[in-house]
């Protein structure tokens, strides 16, 4: 932007002292143009990067000083074939101990630049690059001239030119249509219609409607009222009060639109701002695109204030981040680099790379790589660490994973309301393949299972687990998708046939046990019949005995 700016100045400058003179009709011209003296005024001179690609980006190499010179030419004759160099094309850039030639294919004469105004004087910018160090010290660099005489910034010196004069006449080629009360009183400038229109630059063109001024080279304006098109090639379609007043700045239209930076542009709608280089408005009301690049699609009270910002509507948004995103809704906040906020009312997204949606979703700053939803309470939902995926859904959460022909879901999980374990649907009208498993074999399969504890490699060590490895779980069982994962489905199933089966053989033991109770209570009652009668058969033994 500073050095679009920059040339705007500098043509305003080096014609400020020829408009007050009376145009002269005059015919054709060829460059470049020699005469036999000159004025040549070395206005100001910037230093930009030679690989500089980008406005935001800077490389590292030579670096270019960029000089713009202003020649005052006078004692203008006609000869239409005029086609002699001037010296001051051997310019070269010196300071106390170099001397630096023009880069060849970057030494212009801008004759796109050109300010005509006739009788006896024109004005030529001459464009100059000389490559130097980075690092030089740009305030010792001055103009060496073919003679010799060094030229400092801001100074003006009388040159001499070739020997051999020849000059040339111009004709303005300007043109008034119609209308009432219109000026074009430029090089080829034009106003075809309307009233009090003015086209006072080369070039400059206003198609109709009413005060409008275009002031500068190329400047358009198609009609309206009172639009004002002061950059270079600017273009204002029409609407009112609308200022395009920055190079290749476009407003298509609406009311009191203001594109103030180089290649802005607004599409229409009512006093909107484009304020920084590439910045866009495609149209609503007292939208802000105030950063580099930055995009703002409609809505009402935006504004994007950072490089390359995003907002596609909404109410009272704004993208105050590099890169940021916000889609839509109402006083929603991107403050965080890559932040993206999709719509909602009154979300935060700080972080960097942060995403906030819904209802009052708040990123902290110091939060980056957040995901972060809210439901419809109306109460704040905050983020608690960084790189987190945390969602405030009070009606349940469920996630479907296929469906059938018909698009009702057969795979998936479900949190409930209120719950705090995961349900898996498990309906058996969405299975196939039934088949009842071995309970035995899987147990004695998970009984040779390893089972170890163990802490993952992400996490702090006192954080320990306990389970097997997906790879001996798989082997054992040939369950799952893969040997990297259990999944708690399976993890589940063989815990319950494993209870099964050990059910069943607690059974199997629990009847042998009974069986042998009985099997004991039955020697048991022998036993003691036994003993009866082994005690009734001793005592006759006595009483016999006790007889004899």
């Known amino acids: 932007m500073k050095s679009k700016l920059l040339l705007f100045l500098i043509l305003l ?23 036999a003296e000159a004025e040549l005024t070395v206005l100001d001179a910037r230093i930009r990067n030679s690989m500089q690609t980008h406005y935001m980006m800077s490389y590292p190499g030579p670096s270019q000083v960029f000089y713009v010179v202003t020649l005052s030419l006078e004692g203008i004759d006609e000869d239409p074939d005029l086609t002699l160099d001037w010296g001051t094309t051997n310019l070269k850039l010196a300071d106390e101990t170099n001397i630096i030639e023009p880069t060849e294919s970057q030494r212009t004469i801008a004759d796109e630049h050109v300010e005509y105004k006739v009788s006896e004087n024109v ?24 003679n010799g005489q060094t030229v400092a910034l801001g100074s003006i ?13 111009i004709d303005l080629n300007n043109v008034v249509d119609g209308g009432s009360g219109n000026q074009a009183d430029a090089f080829h400038a034009t106003v075809s219609g309307g009233q009090m229109n003015i086209a006072s630059a080369s070039h400059a063109t206003v198609g109709g409607g009413r005060q409008n001024t275009a002031s500068y080279f190329y400047a358009t304006i198609g009609g309206g009222y009172a639009n004002t098109a002061t950059g270079r090639d ?33 599409a229409g709608g009512a006093y909107n701002l484009a304020s920084d280089d590439y910045a866009s408005v495609g149209g609503g009301t007292r939208n802000s695109a105030a950063g580099f690049s930055s995009t703002i699609s409609g809505g009402v009270g935006n504004t994007t204030s950072a490089d390359q910002a995003t907002i596609g509507g909404g109410l009272g948004n704004q993208a105050t981040a590099s890169y940021a995103t916000i889609s839509g809704g109402h006083g929603n906040i991107a403050s965080g680099a890559y932040a993206a906020i999709p719509g909602g009312l009154l979300n935060i997204a700080a ?27 109306d109460f704040a939902f905050y983020s608690e660490i960084a790189n987190e995926f945390a969602v405030r859904a009070t009606g349940g959460v469920r996630f479907v994973t296929s469906i059938d022909e018909q698009g009702n879901p057969i795979t998936g999980i479900n949190l409930p309301a209120g719950s705090g374990a995961w349900s898996t649907l498990s309906d058996r009208d969405t299975k196939a393949d039934i088949s009842p498993v071995d309970q035995d074999q899987i147990l004695a399969s998970l009984a040779e299972m390893p089972i170890s504890t163990w802490h993952y490699a992400g996490q702090d060590p006192s954080i320990q687990h306990i389970g097997p490895m997906a790879q001996d779980f798989y082997a054992s069982f040939g369950l799952g998708e893969d040997d990297r994962h259990i999944s708690t489905v399976d993890a589940d199933g063989i815990s319950l046939a494993a ?21 004991i209570k039955i020697l048991h009652i022998a036993l003691l019949c036994f003993i009866f009668m082994f005690a009734i058969l ?6 016999s005995q006790e007889v004899s």
């Open 499 to 519: 209870i099964q089966g050990l059910y069943s053989m607690a059974q199997d033991q629990e009847a042998r046990i009974n069986a042998l109770e009985t099997q």
């Open 13 to 35: 400058t080096g014609c400020a002292g020829l408009q007050d003179s009376t145009p002269k009709p005059i015919s054709g011209i060829d460059y470049p143009i020699s005469i």
């Open 157 to 169: 010196v009388s040159i001499a030119a070739p020997p051999e004069t020849r000059s040339v006449e």
């Open 351 to 377: 972080g960097d790379f942060s995403i906030a949606s819904g209802h009052r979703a708040q990123v902290d700053a110091d939060h980056p790589g957040v995901f972060l939803y809210a439901d419809s309470s």
């Open 123 to 146: 004005t030529f910018i001459y464009l100059y690059y000389f490559e130097v160090s980075k690092d030089a010290d740009f305030e010792n660099y001055s103009l060496l001239l073919p």
């Open 538 to 543: 001793i005592r006759k033994q006595i009483s």
């Open 234 to 266: 600017t273009v204002i379609g029409g609407g009112s009060r609308n200022t395009a007043d920055d190079a290749r700045a476009t407003i298509g239209g609406g009311i009191q639109n203001s594109a103030s930076a180089p290649d802005t542009t607004i």
